[in-house]
């Protein structure tokens, strides 16, 4: 059993930074594979990013790569996500999400085996 906490999510002007964080309950976190997703009003979730058990292995939704990075502590049980250069479109709820297996990221994004409850960004213009 993994239970994922976000935070670091708030208001920021176009062009702003955040570092989002999640913090993973359970002795097996650095055996699970990690990612980010993100839902705005309206939308679908979408994959932004997802990270190895060791951290070796990372891989970014296309629209991602440049402005978003993600890295994992797994001595601190924490994953997080650097967003630069952020936009008004980027504003949503921002999820964590962790699967036992890194392949399941691309097998079935969103049917991960864990999820956290989310953090709000909102980005201003």
């Known amino acids: 059993q993994v239970q994922l906490v976000e935070s670091g999510g708030g208001l920021v002007q176009a062009g702003g930074s955040l570092r989002l964080s999640c913090a993973a309950s359970g002795r097996t976190f650095s055996s699970y594979a990690m990612g980010w997703f993100r839902q705005a009003p309206g939308k679908e979730r979408e994959f932004i990013a997802c990270i190895s058990w060791s951290g070796g292995d990372t891989y970014y939704a296309d629209s991602m790569k440049g402005r978003f990075t993600i890295s994992r502590d797994n001595a601190e049980n924490t994953v997080s996500l650097q967003m630069n250069s952020l936009k008004p479109e980027d504003t949503a709820v921002y999820y964590c999400?962790?699967?036992?297996?890194?392949?399941?990221?691309?097998?079935?994004?969103?049917?991960?085996?864990?999820w956290g409850q989310g953090t709000q960004v909102t980005v201003s213009s």
């Open positions: 999400a962790a699967n036992r297996y890194y392949s399941d990221f691309g097998r079935r994004p969103y049917k991960c085996d864990y």
